[in-house]
DNA sequence: TTCTTTTTTTTACGATCGTGAAATATTATT
DNA sequence: AATAATATTTCACGATCGTAAAAAAAAGAA
């Protein structure tokens, strides 16, 4: 007979769903450090202990479970977006980019499998597909942009908006999605600490004095 | 016998030599589109109409022949970046930026391959060799922003000057090298030219700032 | 020409890939 | 406990991978 509910009986959330959860832990890790077609169902096994075989009875295939992270990722992205945005309207420009900018370090160290996926795979999109999902991609831009766009309103054309959020989260993700890697170029491998101060003093550097042209302090 | 010389009789480059180069410009064309691990031998020698087998008779294996092929694009880099810094130290700011953007989406018009490639793989370096000779990656930043400082002294502390060059080189790499999908982001899906002009917009609005604080124009 | 060297293709091996079906184990229901 | 449903593993298939050796072709030297 069929079962009216999994959690039916048992306390917590019903196995089928514990599983998947597994599944796209394991699975997060694994295409944190592989392009998506370098990494195997079978490295995803291994990363999860369970056997390869299984990731099908939940997962149709390779590609609905890369996509079905990466969407995962992405909404999570802006969601974090989201957060370390609220409450900046009212603080002076400087202010206002170190919160983010703290909040946003705080997001990634906890959370660095993300942006990882982003930067490995985002130079992939050459046609339409070539990887699963890759739309979510482009999408986090838009749709940090809009949240950006309400969450602070600048006095300022929209276009250049545009262009300060574009290059602002560019150039973020890159130096975080690819930290490992730019920490070598810095000659700051392994003190993750370091370059995390780094990056907050770059990012600031560069992106403060044109934040204050947006918001009518030219000074 | 022994041939003494490959050359003997015949004009032009010893075959060798020019089987090598049918060689590189084939994995050039696939590294541009496909990861280390992603691309395979089988890709390459279809991208050349010869037979992946003839790859090893050239180059030992698979590792080898991208670790010469990424220290040739990325002397490539460096040597097009010197190019493109070459009489820039007597302008002011402003033309100084404006004709090295000029310069270098010149070069990369006419070589997409080396950003591409760069792009990547830059975010593999997990462990060292993760993807042979990805030293050379690291190595371009250095070797550059020397280039830079003897091709445009200015009278500011070296860690700004490091940190401009970094972001600077950064930035771009990543707009370029990962064009395709930016452009989509952009909505300039196919529109090459657009795109470039707004790179080149964008690099200035965010660079000429600093560039001129660096130059003690300070404004 | 004939012989030797160099270059290229053919063929093959063991490993790994994504997927699928069958077999087994686990859990829920009666 | 017996039965049904769900979850997991085992096994297998065809394809592709990097590499290797042998065979064939092309080129050069005599």
Chains 1, 2 share one sequence.
Not at 31 to 43: G, L
Not at 119 to 147: H, S
């Amino acid at each position: 007979m069929r079962k009216t509910s999994s959690r039916a009986g048992g306390r917590g959330r019903p196995k089928r769903e514990l599983t998947r959860e597994r599944i796209m832990k394991a699975a997060r890790a694994v295409f944190a450090h592989h392009p998506y077609h370098s990494a195997s169902m079978r490295m995803i096994g291994r990363a999860g202990k369970f056997d390869h075989a299984l990731i099908r009875y939940h997962f149709p295939s390779k590609a609905k479970l890369f996509g079905a992270l990466l969407a995962e990722v992405c909404d999570e992205l802006v969601e974090a977006n989201r957060s370390c945005l609220e409450g900046l309207a009212g603080l002076p420009p400087d202010g206002a980019i170190a919160r983010y900018l703290d909040r946003f370090l705080d997001y990634h160290d906890d959370h660095p499998a993300a942006l990882r996926i982003i930067t490995l795979n985002i130079a992939l999109a050459d046609r339409p597909d070539a990887i699963p999902g890759y739309r979510r991609i482009p999408e986090v831009l838009t749709r940090t942009r809009e949240t950006f766009e309400q969450a602070l309103p600048v006095p300022a054309p929209a276009d250049e908006v545009a262009r300060y959020h574009y290059a602002f989260n560019n150039l973020l993700i890159n130096f975080l999605g690819a930290g490992s890697c730019q920490m070598i170029i810095l000659g700051m491998k392994g003190r993750d600490a370091d370059y995390r101060a780094w990056v907050k003093k770059t990012m600031t550097f560069l992106f403060l004095p044109p934040l204050k042209k947006l918001m009518g302090e030219s000074g």
